[in-house]
């Protein structure tokens, strides 16, 4: 280890005082969605900020789970629920994690001084063998680069570091202006945790870059064989340079903010109904509109709105019944949840107000992933 290294290692705790990790969430501290789920291609079903991709014949689930390293805290277990021995070649099962562009501008992607990057995290499975994760440079001219390591021990935590340079394999794609990543809120790089590979995208070579779709190595498991096949993922870091400090632990609200950025939920998780989400204004005899709720951070983009369960509204005259259980004209800025007019019954005058609530269970959703 270089001096630089070992003086970069002696001060991991007080860098750990800053923004150091670009993954939000490593520590799966947050499932706005839901604590369980059965993997669907390219969702985010459960745990905040981590994507599903599934595509094989086989099927399996995510969830939280309390087996952890340090035996505090979350990880998220996967579950072979069904097998599927053979994987096709354009087959996959992976969990993955986009990093927004500009947050990776640090890392001077594109030039002769891009940064090397470490990553760390905890991994436990029953089935041992070679594994991958793959780093994709996502944003303009992508590029692919698998790096293996090795479960050793079955049903048995192991920390795993993997340095990655812009100039692994003797490659200058990422120091190239091609390499660049734009400073916006698009795609940045695209971390992954392979499960399983079709020889379609397990054609690369181990810690170098290519322009080939290549995801992992042709020596990756298929972790889909069997229904007893689990994975465990817990504490994951991205870091500029070349040593793995200590994992950056947050306080929960400050990583539900940033989860925020890119999914918001409002619910009434009352057992009753009746919980008042907003005040709105008719505009004539039919309808009411307004601004429905802010987010409780602005979004990374105009998000897609979705509700679920059962909405009302009570108007000045009286409650009125004839409103429609789903809001009409749902919308959204980047800043909230709005209805463009929501068909009201009979009574309403122009201008009076309207008092929106929510009956058990109801919610609105904003979704602004990558």
Partial sequence: ????????????????????????????????????????????????????????????TTERSTDTPTGTGFSIKAQVTTADTSIASSQY?????????????????????????????????NKTGTYTISIQKRDATVYYLPIE????????????????SPTAGSTSFITASAGAIANDNGQGIQLGFGLAWGSQFNGG????????????????????????????????????GEVATAFEHEDFETTLAKCQRYYSVRENNHASDGYYFAILTAYNTTSVYGLISNYPVTMRSTP?????????AYQKTSANASFPTTIGNLGATTYGWYTGGWGS?????????SVMFALAGAKLMADAEL
């Avoid at 992607?109 to 891009?114: D, V």
């Avoid at 390591?149 to 993997?162: C, F, L, M």
């Fill in 205 to 240: 070579t181990s810690n170098t870059w290519s322009a080939s779709t290549h995801y992992a190595t042709s020596n990756h498991v298929n972790w889909m064989d069997s229904t007893s096949n689990n994975f465990y993922l817990a504490q994951v870091q991205l870091e500029i």
């Fill in 1 to 60: 280890m270089s001096k630089a290294a070992e003086l970069a290692a002696l001060i991991g705790g007080q860098q750990a005082q800053g923004d150091r990790n670009f993954v939000i969430n490593g520590d799966m501290q947050c499932w706005q969605r839901a604590s369980a789920a059965t993997a669907s291609n390219n969702s985010y079903s459960t745990v905040d900020r981590w994507a599903i991709g599934e595509s094989t014949d086989g099927a399996y």
């Fill in 345 to 353: 019954g009979t009574g309403v005058v122009a201008g009076d107000a």
């Fill in 304 to 312: 897609t709105v979705s509700q679920s369960g059962s909405f009302g």
């Fill in 149 to 164: 390591y090795t479960i050793n021990s079955a049903d048995t935590w192991e920390k795993k570091t993997i340095t990655v």
């Fill in 93 to 125: 099962a992976y969990i993955y994690q986009e990093i927004e562009a500009q947050n990776l501008q640090p890392l001077q992607y594109g030039t002769s001084s891009a940064k090397t990057f470490t990553v760390s995290f905890w991994v436990k499975s």
